[in-house]
Structure formats: C-alpha cells, structure tokens
C-alpha cells in the first residue's frame, strides 16, 4: 500500500475508534439513536418489548429494526407460560422462536421473560391441584426447557414474587411451596444454561422502600444459601410526577449485594397531566431522570422500554390527560421524552 494510503487507512481507523460508540456516521451525517446513547455512556443496550403482530406495521418494524435505536429485544408476551407450554409437558416455542430469529437477524440481545409469574399462566397451571413435589417438578421442567431452548441469554426467572409490603405474593406457587418455588427455579435455570444470567424482576421496587428492601433481603438470603442469582429487573412502569427521587440510592444498595440491575419495562404515563407541551416537557423530564440514574450506577446495565410507540403501548391512552406513555406518539413522531433519553445518557 502506497505511504499516503496507509496513512488515511490509520486516519479513518483512529476516527471511527473514537466517533463509532456516540454516534454512526453515515453519509456524512451523524446518526443518532437510542441504543447509540446508551452505548456511548457503556450501556450494554437500550432496547424495547415488542409483539410480533405489531410488526405488519411497516414504520414499526423500520424503527424497531434499527439498531441504532434498539440493541436488545424482550418478547412482551409470547415467552411466557401460556405461550410455551399450554398443556403438562408440551413446549411450545413457535411464537418465541419468531422473536428469537428477528433478534438473531438483527444482532441484537434477547431478554427472556419469564419463567415463574403469576399472571398469563395455562389453565391447567393455575387451576392445578398439585402437591408440593408435584408442583416443585412441574416449575422445574418449566425453567429448565425455557432457558435450555432460548440459550445464551439474560432470564427474567421470576417475576413479581412480592407485594407492596413486601410480604410474598400469594399465588399458587407460594401457596403450594412457599418461597422455595424461587430457588427451584432459579437452580433449574442455571442447570438449564450455566452462562444465562438470572434475574429477579419486579415493580413497585423504583424507590426505596418495604418492597424494595424485602427484594434486597431475598437476594441476600438467596446468595447465602448458595442459589444462583446474577440480577435484579427494575421493571419502571411509572407515572409522570411520580418517579421516586431515591432511584439511584435504591439501586446502589441493589448492587452492593453483588448483582447488576437493568431497567427492564419503563413507561411512564401521563395522569391527569394534559398531554400537552407542559405535559409533554414534565415526562421528558421524567425519562431524563431514570435514564440518569442509571447512567449513574456502573453495574446498571441496560434499559428496555415496555414498547416504544404510544400506538402498541399495553398502558391504555384516553385523551386528553391519561396514557402516552412511549417516547414516539402514535403516529411515530418522537415525542420529547426522546431527546430525555439521549439527555439522560448523556
Ligand atoms: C404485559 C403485556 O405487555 C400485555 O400485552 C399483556 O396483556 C399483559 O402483560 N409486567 C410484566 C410484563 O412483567 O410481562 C407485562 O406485560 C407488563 C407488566
């Protein structure tokens, strides 16, 4: 290679090092992006639920595809017990497996969710009449083909175990097992694929508090008794004016017990705030200060929206004062609580 040539190869080498993590550089124009911001603070991602039958929409599909806005994908519904294993003994991974291609088309990151809920369960789960061996095998089956089929990945493997006084939610696994259906799942799971990370994922655990703490006590018992656990899911479905001010406290104290955390389902809903320039500066403002947070805590380590546009939002929206949770409006215009996020990154 000519002296020169070499010269500008190192140029355009040097400068793509530097420039890429920010910002793609695309026909002379910098791109930007979501899941680029999130990059550039060393976020593993930013990502985004999704349902495969929101993807016939073609603008949908164009934004979710992009990788500059979205590094990672979790499936909003089709991974869950309902959807993967209908009758005793039966795996049904069609559905997943749609999400899962996409994911693996894309190079993006998969979350899976969930192994162990008590919402969205087969008839023959919920209305069971197990003993408490019966069911213990019946969760461990479970976990163990989920995670052993959707190899490789980060798993929600229980998700909301607690109540808001942080007491055990009663469901037919804590009413039938009592919270050892937790360390049952959770071992399966790391049986299932020793290098899946493993969380524990949750609501109402933003801030600090009797929640919050008792999830912190689980954790640390957890990690005394020798069972496998590498997280915490901070689920984030929040409303505007309401995002608790010890978001960062809360997940330092997270962490200090030897997990990660990952934002894993943020919207934040306007209530009885007009969805106008006020309303829509005050969610910016609010998307801003969870994605700070965040950004402030090393070991957390991505962000997933609960979906990104106000369209397929699972938050219903009645104008004018209630919903519009996403950072892009219905008809695809970002919202200003996109710019929140870019900010809160930065
Ligand atoms: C929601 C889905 O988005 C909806 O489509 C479905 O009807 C109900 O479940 N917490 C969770 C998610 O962990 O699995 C839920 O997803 C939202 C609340």
């Given at each position: 290679m000519h002296h020169l040539g070499r010269f500008f190869a190192l140029f355009v080498l040097l400068a793509g090092a530097v420039a890429l993590p920010a910002s793609d550089a695309v026909d002379g124009r910098t791109k930007k992006g979501l899941n680029l911001a999130a990059k550039a603070a060393k976020k593993l991602y930013l990502g985004t639920a999704t349902n495969s039958?929101?993807?016939?929409?073609t603008t949908y599909y164009s934004i979710l595809e992009d990788n500059a806005e979205f590094g990672q994908i979790t499936a909003?519904?089709?991974?869950k017990w309902f959807d993967t294993e209908?009758?005793?003994g039966v795996f049904t991974f069609q559905d997943g497996d749609v999400i899962a291609n996409f994911v693996k088309k894309t190079g993006k990151k998969l979350r899976g969710h969930?192994?162990?809920?008590?919402?969205?369960?087969p008839d023959w789960v919920v209305n069971g009449t197990f003993t408490a061996p019966e069911l213990a095998f019946v969760v461990e089956r479970h976990c163990f083909e989920l995670v052993h089929h959707y190899r490789g990945q980060v798993w929600?493997?229980?998700?909301?175990?607690?109540n808001d006084d942080g007491t055990f939610r009663s469901d037919i696994f804590y009413d039938t097992l009592n919270s050892t259906y937790i360390p049952i799942a959770l071992r399966a799971a790391r049986r299932a694929d020793p290098h899946a990370k493993l969380y524990i994922n949750d609501y109402n655990?933003?801030?600090?508090g009797a929640k919050a703490t008792a999830l912190k006590n689980l954790v640390k018992s957890l990690k005394r008794q020798g069972v496998p656990i590498d997280g915490v899911g901070i689920q984030s479905h929040l409303t505007v004016g309401q995002v608790p001010t010890t978001l960062r406290q809360n997940m330092e104290e997270f962490v200090a017990l030897g997990i990660e955390v990952a934002i894993t389902e943020l919207d934040i809903r306007l209530l009885n705030?007009?969805?106008?320039e006020e309303g829509l500066a005050r969610q910016k403002a609010d998307y801003e200060t969870v994605i700070s947070a965040c950004n402030a805590?090393?070991?957390?380590v991505g962000v997933t929206l609960w979906d990104f546009t106000d369209k397929f939002s699972w938050i219903p929206t009645t104008p004018p004062?209630?919903?519009?949770?996403?950072?892009?409006d219905e008809n695809y215009v970002k919202k200003p609580a996109y710019e929140g996020i870019i900010q809160g990154f930065q």
């Open positions: 039958e929101e993807w016939n929409d909003a519904n089709v991974m209908p009758e005793p969930n192994c162990v809920w008590h919402n969205q369960l929600d493997v229980i998700n909301e175990s607690l655990i933003e801030g600090t705030t007009t969805a106008n805590v090393e070991k957390c004062n209630e919903g519009y949770p996403c950072p892009w």
